[in-house]
């Protein structure tokens, strides 16, 4: 068998030979981009009531499941079909005419992601048939529909803004139907009261049950976004590649360290204590804020960045939660938003 496979086989030409290491490189980074599944998972059973942790866990679970089966059917044709329509692909359903498995696949790892922020903006208070429901039609749909504008050649924004790995087609989309979700729902049972003496509406902190559960979450999404923002470029067997994929890297590096530290900072300034939220969040914010050019900014921007990504979200959490009376048990929509 050995003897016959290696009579078979072939030297590969260089281009042939930088197909293969490029996307077996995309292809890695999308089994470690799954990972942020867990991640998000762990993240929001720490920040929700120990009744409602089965529930968080189901819905991330289905996510992933019914998701894989919406792009397979039609996700994947919206977002990349063949056509010259500006707006919308119109080819590939059920990935018929189609072999690009590698793109997929990481694709699809995107389309999940975008899905999955939802899930802790509506927690403790959405009907998980409800839930299925709406993870079909935004991995469906509306992300591969915004994918399509931004990154398919046809599309009508393709060339006209810069989206490395998904600020504006993952983050701003999912982080959009989060707080529409998260509005639409209504607040939790007690989470606003009126105040009789100032006769204005507050509102009241739900802690979460387990903040080991939600710090090992954070670790495992700060993780993913390595694999996330790299993997985005889809070219490392070049110099350019190489290059472009390292600096992506420590570009999300230094971006969470620098939102981190900036809004743990600010929390002991404010709150006289070391909150492992706000380290969290920061993290997370900084990360997200780099999504657009991690590919081009230099190191002290990504720091920069870093710092304003966690100073917009907790503006816009502070926002959504006191003025606008949304409940976001997670800031998700915050943290994606802003």
């Not at 119109?90 to 997929?104: A, K, M, P």
């Not at 696949?105 to 009907?127: L, M």
Request: with cysteine; hydrophobic share 50%.
């Amino acid at each position: 068998m050995r003897d016959r496979l290696l009579q078979e086989a072939r030297v590969l030409d260089d281009a042939e030979l930088a197909y293969v290491i490029d996307y077996a490189f995309v292809l890695i980074c999308g089994f470690l981009c799954f990972l942020l599944q867990a991640g998000f998972s762990l993240l929001e059973v720490g920040g929700v009531r120990a009744k409602n942790a089965k529930n968080i866990m189901i819905k991330n679970i289905m996510d992933a499941c019914v998701s894989a089966l919406a792009y397979w059917a039609f996700g994947y044709a919206f977002a990349y079909g063949e056509g010259t329509n500006p707006f919308i692909g119109s080819s590939f359903f059920f990935l018929i005419g189609s072999e690009d498995y590698v793109n997929w696949f990481f694709q699809w790892v995107f389309a999940g992601t975008t899905a999955t922020i939802v899930s802790g903006a509506v927690a403790e208070r959405c009907r998980f048939r409800a839930y299925l429901i709406y993870s079909i039609v935004l991995s469906g749909f509306i992300y591969p529909v915004v994918c399509h504008w931004i990154w398919d050649s046809d599309g009508f924004l393709y060339g006209k803004v810069l989206d490395f790995s998904g600020s504006g087609a993952v983050h701003l989309v999912g982080g959009a139907a989060a707080m529409a979700g998260s509005y639409f729902l209504g607040p939790r049972i007690g989470k606003f009261v009126n105040n009789e003496e100032t006769g204005k509406v507050e509102p009241v902190e739900i802690p979460g049950h387990n903040a080991v559960l939600g710090a090992l979450g954070a670790l495992i999404l700060f993780f993913g976004f390595f694999p996330f923002n790299a993997g985005a470029g889809y070219h490392v067997a070049s110099y350019e590649g190489i290059t472009s994929t390292g600096r992506a890297v420590v570009v999300t590096l230094l971006a969470a360290g620098s939102g981190a530290v900036s809004l743990l900072l600010y929390g002991l300034w404010r709150f006289k204590c070391w909150d492992p939220a706000f380290a969290i969040n920061g993290l997370l914010g900084g990360m997200v804020a780099t999504c657009s050019g991690v590919n081009v900014y230099d190191s002290w921007i990504a720091v920069v960045i870093g710092i304003l990504g966690a100073g917009g979200f907790y503006l816009q959490a502070w926002l959504f939660e006191n003025k606008f009376h949304i409940d976001d048990p997670l800031n998700a929509s915050a943290l994606h938003m802003g």
